[in-house]
């Protein structure tokens, strides 16, 4: 591959910046951050040694780059969701799940790499990442909540629940695309399964019709008494 040392347009500065975060995500995950240099990276993708700093300053900022793609980003997203006024709760919260489960389907080798890395993170860094993280925690705890509040869910824990949601979401990236019969499903398909079942357990099934009896009946009445209870602790 030749090599280049200048950025010529706007595109191809963002074709080589997906390049070389492909390149770290694999020679990270191989030689960890501490044993790849910059050299290794700018020849993974037809660079000079000067080249590679038209793209970037070092890997302390591939590293940013990584992180700021999935972490503040899941962040952000949760919290615009979160704090919109327009739609029900339970659609929001749909499609947050739906949004962090398609991001690690996209990327899910990079994924376990910031999992894997968090040791290696300059402390700058690190704290921004773990910032990230609890702002992620409880924007969808608020998204879980709201849910609660409006009826469309069970009363659970809201914040056990949005654990749960994290963890689904999470593991995408240690068995998609592998699973016999996963495999073919894109990113977009598989979010979007993921997210039905992994709401299916907390969304609020209710038939009050009294058909499933008394004990469902004072089922139902537990829960709107939880529910109850939430929103007077909350208020």
């Known amino acids: 591959m030749s090599k280049t040392t200048k950025i010529k347009t706007p595109a191809r500065y963002e074709l080589v910046m997906n390049q070389l975060m492909e390149a770290a995500e694999r020679l990270f995950a191989q030689k960890g951050v501490a044993g790849t240099s910059l050299q290794e990276l700018a020849e993974a993708v037809g660079l000079t040694r000067t080249g590679i700093y038209h793209y970037v300053k070092g890997k302390d900022e591939m590293l940013e780059t990584l992180v700021k793609g999935f972490t503040l980003e899941t962040a952000r997203d949760l919290e615009r969701l979160a704090g919109a006024e327009s739609g029900t709760a339970i659609d929001r919260l749909r499609e947050g799940v739906t949004n962090?489960?398609?991001?690690?389907?996209?990327?899910?080798?990079?994924?376990?790499?910031?999992?894997?890395?968090?040791?290696?993170?300059?402390?700058?860094?690190?704290?921004?990442?773990?910032?990230?993280?609890?702002?992620?925690?409880?924007?969808?705890?608020?998204?879980?909540?709201?849910?609660?509040?409006?009826?469309?869910?069970?009363?659970?824990?809201?914040?056990?629940?949005?654990?749960?949601?994290?963890?689904?979401?999470?593991?995408?990236?240690?068995?998609?695309?592998?699973?016999?019969?996963?495999?073919?499903?894109?990113?977009?398909?598989?979010?979007?399964?993921?997210?039905?079942?992994?709401?299916?357990?907390?969304?609020?099934?209710?038939?009050?019709?009294?058909?499933?009896?008394?004990?469902?009946?004072?089922?139902?009445?537990?829960?709107?008494?939880?529910?109850?209870?939430?929103?007077?602790?909350?208020?």
């Not at 489960?101 to 899910?108: E, I, L, N, S």
Request: hydrophobic residues 45%.
């Open 100 to 235: 962090m489960a398609c991001k690690v389907a996209q990327h899910p080798q990079r994924f376990r790499l910031l999992l894997t890395s968090e040791g290696a993170f300059p402390e700058a860094l690190a704290k921004q990442y773990r910032t990230a993280r609890k702002r992620t925690l409880t924007a969808l705890t608020d998204l879980v909540a709201q849910s609660i509040r409006e009826g469309s869910c069970r009363a659970v824990n809201d914040e056990m629940a949005a654990f749960s949601l994290l963890g689904v979401c999470n593991w995408v990236a240690f068995w998609y695309p592998h699973g016999e019969k996963t495999s073919d499903l894109t990113p977009e398909q598989l979010s979007s399964q993921l997210t039905a079942v992994a709401l299916e357990g907390l969304i609020a099934g209710r038939d009050a019709s009294g058909a499933g009896g008394i004990a469902q009946m004072i089922g139902l009445l537990r829960e709107d008494i939880d529910r109850l209870e939430g929103m007077i602790v909350t208020d």
